[in-house]
């Protein structure tokens, strides 16, 4: 039990372009998601954390026009990072967790995003 | 300032010995204290938690930690390592930040030699 996925896996885009990436609970309603970024052989840092329903909480110096965050659900976040530049090549980690236990994070497989 | 510090970038071991992963902890209050297991290329993998009662924690794969209160620590320790082991350790902490949230320490990469 408590799998999160996340969409894509792996992607490639070009400059100036946005892409999405999906966060689902699966077997499990998630009222908080998290949103990390790890750059290679460091940690994890969040970026922001969201409540389904609600505007996302951005930790300091993380940009909300630019990492737009949406949890229209209890199985679902999205991470859209507009406007991309290579700076933003990163691995990002969605993490979840459920009403009442905020502590149990459960986290998804990441998703690696490469900006030419 | 709420802080979590793994000491070693690096723990090599021989399989068959026992592995020992540092962790130190900061913050105010009662700590929830977590460790984590990351293979390349894919998420964090819960190994355990100490939340409260013994001070040894047992978790997943045969890893076990001990939360000392003295000494702020929360140690990852395995009694015989496995190659497979090798990974990226991390140690957390939910803190208080003003709400609450979870720190990682900078992770402790293992390497096991057959």
């Known amino acids: 039990g408590a799998v999160v996925s996340q969409h894509p896996s792996w992607v490639i885009c070009k400059s100036g372009t946005s892409v999405k990436i999906e966060c689902r609970s699966l077997?499990?309603?998630?009222?908080?998601m998290f949103w990390y970024r790890q750059f290679p052989k460091q940690s994890l840092m969040l970026m922001a954390t969201s409540n389904e329903g609600s505007k996302a909480t951005y930790e300091q110096g993380v940009e909300k026009d630019k990492f737009l965050i949406n949890h229209a659900s209890l199985t679902l976040s999205t991470l859209t990072v507009t406007s991309a530049h290579p700076e933003d090549s990163s691995f990002y980690i969605c993490?979840?967790?459920?009403?009442?236990?905020?502590?149990?994070?459960?986290f998804g497989p990441g998703t690696r995003l490469t900006v030419t | 300032a709420q802080s979590v510090a793994q000491p070693e970038d690096q723990v090599n071991v021989a399989e068959g010995n026992p592995l020992t992963v540092k962790c130190t902890y900061s913050v105010s209050g009662n700590p929830y204290l977590f460790w984590y297991v990351q293979y390349p290329n894919r998420g964090l993998q819960f190994l355990l938690k100490?939340?409260?009662?013994?001070?040894l924690v047992k978790g997943s794969y045969g890893f076990e930690a001990e939360f000392n209160k003295s000494q702020t620590s929360f140690h990852l320790k395995k009694p015989s390592a496995l190659v497979s082991d090798s990974a990226l350790y991390f140690c957390a902490v939910r803190a208080n930040t003003g709400g609450f949230k979870t720190i990682f320490g900078a992770g402790t990469r293992l390497f096991v030699k057959a």
């Open positions: 077997d499990f309603q998630a009222t908080t």
């Open positions: 993490s979840a967790s459920i009403s009442g236990r905020s502590y149990e994070q459960y």
């Open positions: 100490y939340i409260t009662g013994d001070n």
